[in-house]
């Protein structure tokens, strides 16, 4: 399952699973994470998980895409010259994201890094 | 400033900011409406956001951060409020067989043999239609708490017949040990002195300690709870009951009920073990004092109560001499399995 399975518009709760933490918590309660995770092909459901790989891989997006952001003036994260490896600290800081992180998520599902 | 906030630090390690990440990505789904209206939950055991779940949501506005236990209770809850009652991933109940099951599986040592209809109705049996109808009431207020539908008058409604049932539970269980053991005392026409309380029960429980020590002592370390419920359901039924307050901030309006004024129900539901939740200002029964009131939240006390009653009427079943009631069953028969699994499976409460 990827996080790119985007919930469906039947009547379903959306569960948007922070792995990383919830791996560390797989160690000590299997049964409990097992059971959770067991659901995920019911009627009602629909879980979207933020496997590591994921994680790592839409890091690296961002930091082009908030790149591609700043030449455009989208995205307000202050000094152009910032060292790039330190662009993951500041991607976030200004709240205002939410529009980048949409279109961050149309691009990828489409195939491609560039905004629209 | 999020994870400023978050991990009190301004650089993050990857693992740091991978959950401030995804909790943005999970914002952005409930800001473009990616997920249904009310329809979604954040599911982590990251101890940094959970603390900090409240702050975050005034913040960002409804984020439904859960614990992995919390998930699945409000999953529960979410289908259950679309009339549908799940046993198991892809095992939908009816909602009278799965109280029943519910029922069954968190009291094993109910074991009363099944009677012909014409049959004289067993005591026990009313004891076990009445926890059936306060696990519904209880996910009844679950309900209303998380998606409200007249919560105002329902919440209450059924807070109230809930405090009714586990009197009625106690009742109960006095009336089947007062058979048992041919218990008779001075004043044992009156109904209310077959009482499991120290006070309306005195002449009874005296009865019970000599024909069966172990029982009056397991009563009498529940005393503090019998009490909480007698007092609660007194205020609730016969005085003025609860005063319900409508608490608005950022991210809605919560619903709860207001003690100040009833000290001694503060006082007993601390003496009931009540300590400090892990993540939230309430407490683990659902008290918050914020110095101008004292608010119950109906929801966590229920929970609270529900989980001290299992357990103690159970035992209290066992120490009468009833045995597990799936012990009298054979090893491959269906139903034994399916209460099982039932246990094993399913979400709720």
């Given at each position: 399952?990827?996080w790119?399975?985007?919930?469906?518009?039947?009547?379903?709760?959306?569960?948007?699973?922070?792995?990383?933490?919830?791996?560390?918590?797989?160690?000590?309660?299997?049964k409990e994470?097992s059971?959770?995770?067991?659901y995920?092909?019911?009627?009602?459901?629909?879980?979207?998980?933020?496997?590591d790989?994921?994680?790592?891989?839409?890091?690296?997006?961002?930091?082009?895409?908030?790149?591609?952001s700043?030449?455009?003036d989208?995205?307000?994260?202050?000094?152009?010259?910032?060292?790039?490896?330190?662009?993951?600290?500041?991607?976030?800081?200004?709240?205002?994201?939410?529009?980048?992180?949409?279109?961050?998520?149309?691009?990828?599902?489409?195939?491609?890094?560039?905004?629209? | 400033?999020?994870?400023?906030?978050?991990?009190?630090?301004?650089r993050?390690?990857?693992s740091?900011?991978?959950?401030?990440?995804?909790?943005?990505?999970?914002?952005?789904?409930?800001?473009?409406?990616?997920?249904?209206?009310?329809?979604?939950?954040?599911?982590?055991q990251?101890?940094?956001?959970?603390?900090?779940?409240?702050?975050?949501?005034k913040?960002?506005?409804?984020?439904?951060?859960?614990t992995?236990?919390?998930?699945?209770?409000?999953?529960?809850?979410?289908?259950?409020h679309e009339?549908?009652?799940?046993?198991?991933?892809?095992?939908?109940?009816?909602?009278?067989?799965?109280?029943?099951?519910?029922?069954?599986?968190?009291?094993?040592?109910?074991?009363?043999?099944?009677?012909?209809?014409?049959?004289?109705v067993?005591?026990?049996?009313?004891?076990?239609?009445?926890?059936?109808?306060?696990?519904?009431?209880?996910?009844?207020?679950?309900?209303?708490?998380?998606?409200?539908?007249?919560?105002?008058?329902?919440?209450?409604?059924h807070?109230?017949?809930f405090?009714?049932?586990?009197?009625?539970?106690?009742?109960?269980?006095a009336?089947?040990?007062?058979?048992?053991?041919?218990?008779?005392?001075?004043?044992?026409?009156?109904?209310?002195?077959?009482?499991?309380?120290?006070?309306?029960?005195?002449?009874?429980?005296?009865?019970?300690k000599?024909?069966?020590?172990?029982?009056?002592?397991?009563?009498?370390?529940?005393?503090?709870?019998?009490?909480l419920i007698?007092?609660?359901?007194?205020?609730s039924?016969?005085?003025?009951?609860?005063?319900?307050?409508?608490?608005?901030?950022?991210i809605?309006?919560s619903?709860?009920?207001?003690?100040?004024?009833?000290?001694?129900?503060?006082?007993?539901?601390?003496?009931?073990?009540?300590?400090?939740?892990?993540?939230?200002?309430?407490s683990?029964?659902g008290?918050?004092?914020?110095?101008?009131?004292?608010?119950l939240?109906?929801?966590?006390?229920?929970?609270?109560?529900?989980?001290?009653?299992?357990?103690?009427?159970?035992?209290?079943l066992?120490?009468?001499?009833?045995?597990?009631?799936?012990?009298?069953?054979?090893?491959?028969d269906q139903?034994?399995?399916?209460?099982?699994?039932?246990?094993?499976?399913?979400?709720?409460?």
């Amino acid at each position: 399952m990827s996080w790119l399975n985007y919930p469906d518009k039947k009547q379903k709760l959306s569960l948007f699973l922070e792995t990383e933490s919830l791996n560390n918590y797989l160690s000590s309660n299997e049964k409990e994470i097992s059971k959770l995770l067991n659901y995920r092909n019911s009627e009602h459901f629909n879980f979207t998980r933020s496997t590591d790989s994921f994680n790592s891989n839409i890091i690296d997006k961002i930091n082009q895409f908030v790149i591609f952001s700043v030449e455009n003036d989208h995205v307000q994260i202050g000094d152009k010259n910032i060292n790039p490896s330190e662009y993951k600290y500041v991607h976030f800081v200004p709240e205002m994201t939410a529009v980048e992180w949409l279109q961050i998520k149309y691009t990828i599902r489409k195939g491609s890094i560039q905004a629209s | 400033m999020v994870a400023d906030k978050i991990y009190d630090k301004e650089r993050l390690n990857s693992s740091e900011l991978n959950s401030i990440l995804a909790l943005f990505i999970h914002r952005t789904f409930i800001l473009y409406q990616i997920y249904q209206k009310n329809a979604f939950v954040f599911v982590t055991q990251n101890r940094r956001i959970l603390e900090n779940r409240e702050w975050l949501e005034k913040k960002l506005g409804k984020l439904n951060i859960m614990t992995v236990q919390e998930s699945m209770r409000y999953m529960d809850l979410y289908a259950k409020h679309e009339l549908k009652c799940y046993a198991g991933p892809n095992h939908l109940l009816n909602k009278d067989y799965w109280y029943w099951n519910s029922f069954r599986t968190k009291i094993p040592h109910y074991h009363v043999p099944e009677r012909e209809n014409e049959g004289k109705v067993h005591i026990l049996e009313g004891f076990a239609s009445r926890f059936k109808f306060l696990l519904l009431a209880l996910d009844e207020i679950g309900m209303q708490q998380h998606f409200p539908k007249d919560r105002d008058i329902m919440i209450p409604y059924h807070f109230n017949y809930f405090l009714s049932l586990v009197t009625g539970i106690f009742d109960n269980l006095a009336i089947e040990t007062k058979s048992k053991y041919n218990i008779s005392f001075d004043g044992d026409n009156i109904p209310s002195r077959i009482s499991l309380s120290t006070k309306s029960g005195k002449y009874f429980l005296k009865e019970v300690k000599k024909k069966n020590a172990i029982l009056k002592t397991h009563i009498d370390s529940y005393g503090n709870f019998i009490e909480l419920i007698n007092i609660m359901r007194q205020i609730s039924i016969h005085r003025e009951g609860f005063r319900d307050m409508a608490y608005k901030d950022s991210i809605g309006i919560s619903f709860f009920l207001e003690i100040k004024e009833q000290e001694q129900v503060v006082v007993l539901i601390k003496a009931c073990g009540d300590e400090p939740s892990e993540y939230d200002k309430f407490s683990r029964w659902g008290i918050f004092d914020d110095e101008f009131f004292i608010f119950l939240e109906p929801y966590r006390f229920v929970i609270a109560v529900a989980n001290q009653l299992v357990i103690f009427c159970d035992h209290y079943l066992e120490l009468m001499g009833f045995t597990k009631f799936v012990d009298s069953l054979p090893d491959r028969d269906q139903y034994r399995s399916e209460l099982q699994s039932f246990s094993e499976s399913r979400l709720g409460f």
